[in-house]
């Protein structure tokens, strides 16, 4: 099963908006309203911002929202700022027991 | 609130094993599925595999089939993974994570495989 097919970087200035994409099959993303995107910071353990497709945790600023569509999920950022620059994974259920993620995507806050 | 501790660091030589627990606390270990996630140095995040505790069997990636297990000890809330044949490619920060809901990880336990 290979990974959910993210691009591997991004870039953008502060207080512009910016949508990472997130690929997968109908097995996976494409089947289960079960998508969450974690933010991971150097040295960091991964944290989560978005889960469910869309639902924010608790603690988690309304400029994250995702989205999906069909066998591809979105992450959005908006007004973005110089701590938002990290690596975002996406995460998908595929299955009793079973998870599969996505390469990662490098995000500069130019 | 949920909390996951992991084992301590670990410094092996090339064909050995090593094993990592996870003591789960705050919520019903043996109801959620507990996944293993491999970070190379430099690298992505790689689901290793997963166990629901109550149900005791576990699922691999293809890729790690064979050469991973994982289990669970539900009278402590501890899950277990572990890791035979190591190589070199085997360094790496191994995290264990609930990735339902809240989406809790433990701190990440590093591996360094080294003759």
């Known amino acids: 099963q290979s990974a959910l097919t993210q691009p591997a970087s991004v870039s953008e200035s502060p207080g512009q908006s910016i949508t990472i994409s997130c690929t997968g099959t109908?097995?996976?993303?494409?089947?289960?309203?079960?998508v969450s995107w974690y933010q991971q910071h150097p040295g960091k353990a991964p944290k989560l911002i978005i889960y469910?497709?869309?639902r924010r945790p608790s603690g988690i600023a309304d400029r994250f929202s995702g989205s999906k569509s069909g066998n591809t999920a979105s992450l959005t950022i908006s007004g973005l700022q110089a701590e938002d620059e990290a690596d975002y994974y996406c995460?998908?259920?595929?299955?009793?027991?079973?998870?599969?993620f996505g390469g990662g995507t490098k995000l500069t806050v130019l | 609130q949920v909390q996951l501790v992991q084992s301590g660091a670990e410094v092996k030589k090339p064909g050995s094993s090593v094993k990592v627990s996870c003591k789960a606390s705050?919520?019903?270990?043996?109801?959620?599925?507990i996944s293993w996630v491999r970070q190379a140095p430099g690298q992505g995040l790689e689901w290793m595999g997963g166990?629901?505790?109550?149900?005791?069997?576990?699922k691999y990636s293809q890729i790690f089939q064979g050469r991973i297990t994982i289990t669970a000890e539900k009278s402590t809330s501890t899950a277990y993974m572990e890791v035979s044949s190591l190589t070199s490619e085997d360094t790496a920060v191994y995290y264990c994570?609930?990735?339902?809901?809240?989406?809790?990880w433990g701190q990440g336990t590093l591996v360094t495989v080294s003759s």
């Open positions: 994570a609930k990735l339902s809901g809240s989406g809790d």
């Open positions: 705050g919520y019903s270990f043996r109801s959620y599925t």
């Open positions: 166990i629901v505790p109550i149900l005791g069997t576990a």
């Open positions: 109908s097995s996976d993303v494409g089947s289960y309203n079960l």
């Open positions: 469910d497709v869309n």
């Open positions: 995460c998908s259920y595929a299955g009793p027991t079973t998870y599969i």
